[in-house]
């Protein structure tokens, strides 16, 4: 067991997602386990949590953090970008819009 509950684990994410939207880079921290302080001998928390998570959620690298740190709060820069599957959409409508 990684955690011990949601609550011990001072879960904090950077950004949402709506339903259908996809986000790339996103940040979460939470409080995980140790066996020790040897960062050599350290579970392999990337393996572990990447081998339960649906295939289309990955875990790509851990940093460690100070203790008081919140992804949500501090959050220093966040970048969007909206991709659209062209279809019927109004493309010059839209651009003038977005002006």
């Known amino acids: 067991m990684l955690i011990k509950s949601v609550q011990e684990s001072d879960y904090s994410r950077a950004g949402r997602t709506d ?4 986000a790339l880079g996103n940040v979460i921290s939470l409080k995980v386990r140790s066996e020790n302080n040897d960062n050599a001998n350290e ?12 295939d ?13 740190f919140n992804a949500r709060y501090h959050c220093f820069s966040r ?4 991709f659209f599957m062209k ?13």
């Open 43 to 54: 579970m392999n928390y990337i393996k572990i949590l990447n081998g339960i998570l649906p």
């Open 87 to 99: 279809n019927n959409l109004n493309i010059e409508l839209m651009q003038e819009a977005a002006l």
């Open 56 to 68: 289309d959620i990955r875990i790509l690298q851990k940093a460690e953090v100070h203790d008081d």
């Open 19 to 22: 339903k259908g939207v996809s």
């Open 79 to 82: 970048h969007y970008k909206y």
